[in-house]
């Protein structure tokens, strides 16, 4: 929790009683205080980065373990960044789940880099085991920053930026920071929704196996679908004899002929055959062919589905994430089940 003197080093906060300007539940700078001081560091034309930082999935957090672990959540996390940014800024609470850092320190992309990879590593901010009073939780983030004057001239502008900056992170699967680009990131409408739905995905892939084409170009459409709509690496079906079906060239991956009981062990505790491997990484001690796969493909996250229908076992489909850490969402795990079960009739209707 902020104290006077951390807070009346800044000529904004020297108006007001600290009583006034702190959240009550976090101990940081509430919302309009965090806001105004960015918008007074605009008038003086002081440069600084505007930094969002959204918990990743923090509903979950809420309805599974209550409210008071979710504001014993919000508490450590706000306590942790107040500690990281010490004397380079100010951390407020924008609500909700969504905290607000004004970065006093190098402002330039690389300096923002550092920051902001620091938060994720050595600072321990985000990406990492909270030790609570009822409950061992594990907490990523979503990070969207910009600067001023670099990136733009006003609040509502700087503003926007750092909002899109953070919509691309989400976009990209969340668990990782985003830092505005002009060129690349200008055309991102935040408010506009590209998400495709559920339904329409089972429609596309039912779609998909009605066409007039072989059972293999199916499956390689289904896939080649699911890795776009998703943004994803790669997504694959490796069959029981370690033959595989891919949207890319996997030659150049040198896939190992696993004994399938390797992977079998990753589900050993799994009710619905489905392993999040990056929330579920202790599993991985179980399986070492495809933990040496994953190693030497250097993937960070990872989706594995059965194929079976009723008896027979045919394979798995996989999705693989090598850019970032991603945190899997309900609706990608949901469609990786649903298209296992596709894959696994397309199968066992081309064996007739």
Known sequence: MYKAEDLLKYDYFKEFSLEYILDPLTGVVSRGYILEFAQSLIDSKTPFSFIIMDIDNFKLVNDYYGHSVGDECLVEIGRALIEAVGDTGVVGRYGGDEFVIVYLGDTSYDGQKLFLTSLFGDKKVVRRSLCLSSVHIFITGTIGSASYPRNAETYEDLFLKCDKALYRGKTKGRNCYIIYVEEKHKDI???????????????????????????????????????????????????NDSTVISTIDRTAH???????????????????????????????????????????????????????????????????????????????????????????????????
């Open 254 to 352: 040198k896939i190992p002929r696993l004994k399938i009981t390797d992977i079998d062990l990753c589900f050993s505790d799994e009710k619905d055959d489905t392993l999040v491997l990056n929330k579920a990484r202790d599993a991985m001690v179980k399986s070492p062919g495809l933990n040496r796969f994953l190693a030497k493909r250097h993937d960070q996250a990872i989706i594995i589905s059965k194929l079976c229908m009723l008896d027979n076992s045919y394979g798995y489909i996989v999705f693989l994430e090598n850019k970032i850490q991603r945190i899997w969402q309900e609706k990608e795990a949901a469609m990786a089940i649903y298209a296992s079960k596709i894959l696994a009739f397309l199968v066992s209707d081309s064996k007739k």
């Open 189 to 239: 409408d935040p408010h506009k929704s590209e998400a495709v739905s559920i339904p329409e995905m089972m429609i596309k892939i039912n779609a998909i196996c009605k066409t007039n084409i072989d059972k293999s170009a199916q499956m390689s459409s289904i896939l080649e679908y699911l890795s776009k709509a998703f943004g994803i690496s790669d997504a694959f079906i490796m069959f």
